[in-house]
C-alpha cells in the first residue's frame, strides 16, 4: 500500500490495520505528516502541528501492540483538534490574536481524553474562525484556510481547519464544533459526510459553560459516515461534569447503510437556493424516489423563521464572552466582524429578549415534531448559496449574500441530531451537500441514512489523492 493511499483508508480500516500489525501506527503517522509538509502550506488547515509529539504517541502505541496489549479501537488513526478545544501540550487559540502567548492546555478536553485513550495519535489543532462566530476560516491569528477542492474558495466554518484537513487527506479524523452550522457547513463545501449530533451526545463539561450557550455542541468529523460513527462510538455517553449529557444511545461504531422508507423534502425553506445548487440536491431527492423513497415535498417549515432567534442567542452569548473588553487595548484585536456581532448584542439584546428567544425555542422544536410526524427525517439543502470566494460571502444566483448558508441554524436551537452528506459537484468542481434532520436520539438512525445516501452517491474522487 502506497503512502498516499493510507490517509484515505477509513478510521476503523487504519486502526484494525494497526492493531494487525499489517500497518504500524508510525507508518501512518507518518504518512499523514508528509502530506502535511506538502500540502499544508497552501491550504493552511493547521493552526499548530507536532510532528515529533506524534511520532512518539505512534511508537508508544506500536510497543503496546508489540507487547501483546490492545491500545484502543482506534489504535493508530490521526486525529486533528479544532482550536477551540484543549489537548493537552498544545496552547488553545480559539482563532484568535488574544491568545497567542497563552500556555498550554494542561488536560484533554472530554472528547479529546476519550479519542486519545482510544488509541487516536494527536497531530496537533486545526484551525477555527475567531471564537467560531463565522462560516468562514479567515482570522487575525492565523489567516485564511483554503478549500481543497479550489485553494481560492473557502473551507467553511466555523470548523474549517477539520474539514480542510480531512478532504486533503491531512488527516482521518477532527473534532469539531457546532452552534450554527459550525460542523455541516464546512463539511458541505469540503465534500464530507458529518453530524451534528443530538445536543448532550458528546459531553462539553469540565467546569466551564460553552460560550456559545445552548446552541453549541461537539463532535468527531470524518470524511464518511462510517469515520464519524466510529469515533462517535468512542466520544459519546456522560460525563459528571455535564448535567446535560445523555447516555451513548446504542451508538456502536458501526454504519447500517440505509435509504429512508419516507422523507420530507423542502427545497427552498424561506430562503432562496442557488439554482445550480438545487439542481444537485433536486437530483438527489429524485434518485430516492426512484429507489422506493416516498417523497413528501413542502414549502415551508417554520413560521416564524427561527434565524431570528437563533442570532438574537448567538450575538449576546458573543457579548457575553468578551464584552467585558471592549474599551480596553484588547478589543481591537478582535476580527471587525466579530466586534460588530458583540456590539450588535449589547446593543440590542436586552435580558426580556433574550429569554424570548429561549423561550421560541419549544415553539421552533415543535415545528419539526410536526414536520417529523409525517416521515423520519426532513432533508434541506445544508448551504443555499454556492461557495464562496475565501474571505466573501457565498453566492446565490450570481449575487453575495449574508444568507448563503440559513438552513442549518434552526438544528441548533431545537436540538435535532443533523448531518450533512456531499450529493455531487457544480459545473465548477465545488462539492454540494444535502442535509438530514433526524428525531432527537435517532443519531444512529441518521448516520445509517447518510451512509446510505454515501451508496446512492457513489465512491468520491477527493481533491488531491495523490
Not at 398 to 427: D, K, Y
Given at each position: 500500500m502506497t503512502d498516499s493511499a493510507v490517509p484515505f483508508l477509513g478510521a476503523a480500516e487504519i486502526a484494525s490495520k494497526v492493531r494487525s500489525r499489517e500497518l504500524s501506527a508510525r507508518e501512518v503517522t507518518d504518512a499523514v505528516l508528509g502530506r502535511i509538509e506538502r500540502l499544508n502550506p497552501v491550504i493552511n488547515a493547521w493552526a499548530v502541528i507536532d510532528a515529533e509529539g506524534a511520532r512518539a504517541q505512534a511508537e508508544r502505541i506500536d510497543a503496546e501492540i508489540a507487547r501483546g496489549n490492545d491500545p484502543g479501537v482506534l489504535a493508530g488513526v490521526p486525529l486533528g483538534v479544532k482550536d477551540l478545544e484543549d489537548a493537552a501540550g498544545f496552547r488553545t487559540g480559539y482563532g484568535s490574536a488574544l491568545h497567542l502567548n497563552d500556555a498550554p492546555a494542561s488536560v484533554d478536553s472530554v472528547q479529546v481524553a476519550r479519542l486519545r485513550a482510544a488509541g487516536c495519535v494527536v497531530l496537533g489543532k486545526t484551525t477555527t474562525s475567531e471564537f467560531g462566530y463565522s462560516g468562514d476560516t479567515v482570522t487575525p491569528g492565523w489567516g485564511a484556510t483554503l478549500n481543497p477542492w479550489n485553494t481560492k474558495r473557502s473551507s467553511g466554518g466555523s470548523s474549517g481547519g477539520s474539514g480542510a484537513a480531512l478532504a486533503a487527506g491531512m488527516t482521518v479524523l477532527a473534532t469539531g464544533s457546532d452552534a450554527g452550522g459550525s460542523i455541516r457547513i464546512p463539511a458541505a463545501l469540503c465534500g464530507l459526510t458529518a453530524l451534528k449530533t443530538t445536543h448532550g451526545v458528546v459531553p462539553l463539561g469540565q467546569g466551564l459553560a460553552p460560550s456559545g450557550g445552548t446552541l453549541t455542541v461537539r463532535g468527531p468529523m470524518g470524511r464518511r459516515a462510517c469515520d464519524t460513527a466510529a469515533a462517535l462510538a468512542v466520544v459519546a455517553g456522560p460525563h459528571p461534569t455535564d448535567p446535560f449529557s445523555l447516555p451513548s444511545l446504542g451508538l456502536d461504531g458501526i454504519v447500517r447503510p440505509t435509504l429512508p422508507e419516507r422523507i420530507v423534502w423542502a427545497p427552498s425553506p424561506g430562503f432562496p437556493v442557488d439554482s445550480e445548487v438545487a439542481a444537485v440536491c433536486a437530483s438527489l431527492v429524485a434518485r430516492l424516489a426512484e429507489a422506493g423513497t416516498e417523497v413528501i415535498e413542502v414549502d415551508s417549515i417554520y413560521d416564524p423563521e427561527p434565524i431570528g432567534d437563533w442570532f438574537t442567542l448567538w450575538a449576546i452569548y458573543r457579548e457575553r464572552a468578551h464584552g467585558h473588553l471592549r474599551d480596553t487595548s484588547s478589543w481591537e484585536l478582535f476580527d471587525e466582524g466579530l466586534r460588530a456581532l458583540m456590539d450588535h448584542g449589547a446593543q440590542n439584546v436586552s435580558a426580556k429578549?433574550?429569554?424570548?428567544?429561549?423561550?421560541?425555542?419549544?415553539?421552533?422544536?415543535?415545528?419539526?415534531?410536526?414536520?417529523?410526524?409525517?416521515?423520519?427525517?426532513?432533508?434541506?439543502?445544508?448551504?443555499?448559496?454556492?461557495?464562496?470566494?475565501?474571505?466573501?460571502?457565498?453566492?446565490?444566483?450570481?449575487?453575495?449574500?449574508?444568507?448563503?448558508?440559513?438552513?442549518?441554524?434552526?438544528?441548533?436551537?431545537?436540538?435535532?441530531?443533523?448531518?450533512?452528506?456531499?450529493?455531487?459537484?457544480?459545473?465548477?468542481?465545488?462539492?454540494?451537500?444535502?442535509?438530514?434532520?433526524?428525531a432527537h436520539a435517532a443519531d444512529a438512525a441518521l448516520l445509517d441514512v447518510l451512509a446510505g445516501i454515501e451508496g446512492l452517491v457513489g465512491t468520491p474522487t477527493w481533491p488531491v489523492e495523490a
Open positions: 429578549a433574550a429569554m424570548a428567544a429561549l423561550d421560541a425555542i419549544h415553539v421552533h422544536a415543535a415545528k419539526v415534531a410536526a414536520v417529523l410526524d409525517r416521515a423520519p427525517f426532513l432533508v434541506t439543502p445544508t448551504v443555499a448559496g454556492q461557495t464562496a470566494v475565501s474571505g466573501h460571502h457565498g453566492t446565490v444566483n450570481g449575487e453575495p449574500t449574508i444568507f448563503w448558508a440559513p438552513f442549518t441554524q434552526a438544528a441548533n436551537l431545537t436540538r435535532h441530531p443533523a448531518g450533512s452528506v456531499c450529493v455531487g459537484l457544480t459545473a465548477d468542481g465545488m462539492p454540494v451537500g444535502i442535509q438530514v434532520t433526524g
